[in-house]
Structure formats: C-alpha cells, structure tokens
Nanobody, 115 residues
Framework: QAQLMESGGGLVQTGGSLRLSCEAS????????LGWYRQTPGNQRELVAS???????TYTDAVKGRFTISRDVSKNTVYLQMDSLKPEDSAVYYC?????????WGQGTQVTVSS
C-alpha cells in the first residue's frame, strides 16, 4: 500500500521560508494528482496546493504567489516551497492525493510562523 511521509516543517519568522517534502512510495506521482493540505486546531483540512500527474500546479488564493508546489519524479517526492510566510500559514501540513485517500493521511509536519 502506498505511503506518504511529510518532512521539513519548523519554526520561522514572518517573511521567512520553508520547504516541505513529501516522499511517496511506489510510483504514486505517476498515478495520482498530489496535494498539500493544512489544518489548524478546530478547523477542517484545506487543500492549499495541488499538482497533476503531468506536473501542472494549482493553488488556493491564500497562498498564490507565495507557495510553489513541484515534484521530482525520480525521487518520488513532492515539494512545497513556502516563501513570505505569514502567521496565518501556521498549521500542520499534510500531503495526500487529490482528492485525498483516507489511508494515505500521515502524521503531517508542523509549520509555525512567529509574528
């Protein structure tokens, strides 16, 4: 069964940058659209960026122009480059297919942006 593992979160100041990585098992990138989701306490997970199996990205308006989703098929890895971070970007970030598959939810990686 395919698995997805997130890494790269941390604490950063407003205006800083982080790069998240999502390492996928098997040939997931060729088979699925993949997305980065985020969740804050008491709220639903929201999709912030997605990339098709042909490498075409889409973004939610809140991160457009600041976040960049990319992938390295040879490494079976999807990245989320996050620039100009804001305190409201603080959340646990997850990767999953788009639409998400329940069995693929991992532990996520915490991103905290201090003001």
């Amino acid at each position: 069964q395919a698995q997805l593992m997130e890494s790269g979160g941390g604490l950063v100041q407003t205006g800083g940058s982080l790069r998240l990585s999502c390492e996928a098992s098997r040939n997931v990138l060729a088979k699925y659209f993949l997305g980065w989701y985020r969740q804050t306490p008491g709220n639903q997970r929201e999709l912030v960026a997605s990339i098709t199996n042909r490498g075409i990205p889409t973004y939610t308006d809140a991160v457009k122009g600041r976040f960049t989703i990319s992938r390295d098929v040879s490494k079976n890895t999807v990245y989320l480059q996050m620039d100009s971070l804001k305190p409201e970007d603080s959340a646990v970030y997850y990767c999953n297919s788009n639409p998400p598959i329940r069995q693929y939810w991992g532990q996520g990686t915490q991103v905290t942006v201090s003001s």
